[in-house]
């Protein structure tokens, strides 16, 4: 079944201790993204990655490091997570090519940073 | 910076009711979609319109996109209690459509 995962799913921890969260997709993706959700803004982008060794900013990347190592894998690191972190994240993928757009999102992982 | 607004933020209706939401962007686009989401899950894609295209239907879902007034609709005729779930339009922002902008959402509740 073609998905993305992503773990945790529920994520609670304390300012400072840095964490990652995992993605992966089987879809054989070039594209991959991170998001994050809060109340009344949507989605916003943190960082996305057109392929292997290949990342950029999106709109909020202050306080996340990113990596893509290998297609499948696209972690996010928070090295020191502040309460302002706190929110719903999302991964999501999608090919790069024959101008398809449309993006596979994970289940998402709510992290509370306390 | 958020790019694209949906108006109204919130939306109910009965069920058979036409429902109308709006999205506003504000640089040039490649393509426009929108997604669905179901309480706090991940995204579903449902619909794409590209920026050269002015209308595009898919089941009970009908698309516009006015480029100069930059704005879109989305339409979801004879609604169901099962559409109920927040609709959020996306632009891929040219050149190079790498960076995907999310508006805040219009939140649909449909009732039996």
């Known amino acids: 079944e073609a998905q993305v995962t992503q773990n945790p799913r529920y994520l609670i921890t304390v300012t400072g201790k840095k964490l990652t969260v995992t993605c992966s997709q089987n879809m054989n993706h070039e594209y991959m993204s991170w998001y994050r959700q809060d109340p009344g803004l949507g989605l916003r982008q943190i960082y996305y990655s057109m392929n292997v060794e290949v990342t950029d900013k999106g709109d909020v990347p202050e306080g996340y490091k990113v990596s893509r190592k290998e297609k499948r894998n696209f972690p996010l690191i928070l090295e020191s997570p502040s309460p302002n972190q706190t929110s719903l994240y999302f991964c999501?993928?999608?090919?790069?090519?024959?101008?398809?757009?449309?993006?596979?999102f994970g289940p998402g992982t709510r992290l509370t940073v306390t | 910076s958020q790019q694209g607004e949906e108006d109204p933020q919130a939306l109910s209706i009965q069920e058979g009711e036409n429902a109308t939401m709006n999205c506003s962007y504000k640089?040039?686009?490649?393509?426009l979609q929108w997604y669905r989401q179901n309480s706090g899950r991940g995204l579903v894609h449902l619909i794409l319109i590209r920026s050269n295209e002015r209308e595009k239907h898919s089941g009970r879902l009908r698309v516009t996109l006015d480029t100069s007034k930059k704005s879109s609709s989305l339409l979801i005729t004879a609604s169901r209690a099962a559409d109920t779930a927040s609709y959020f339009c996306a632009t891929d922002a040219s050149p190079g459509g790498f960076k995907t902008i999310f508006g805040a959402g219009t939140r649909l509740f449909v009732k039996a």
């Open positions: 999501a993928s999608r090919t790069m090519f024959s101008r398809v757009y449309e993006q596979y």
């Open positions: 640089t040039s686009i490649n393509n």
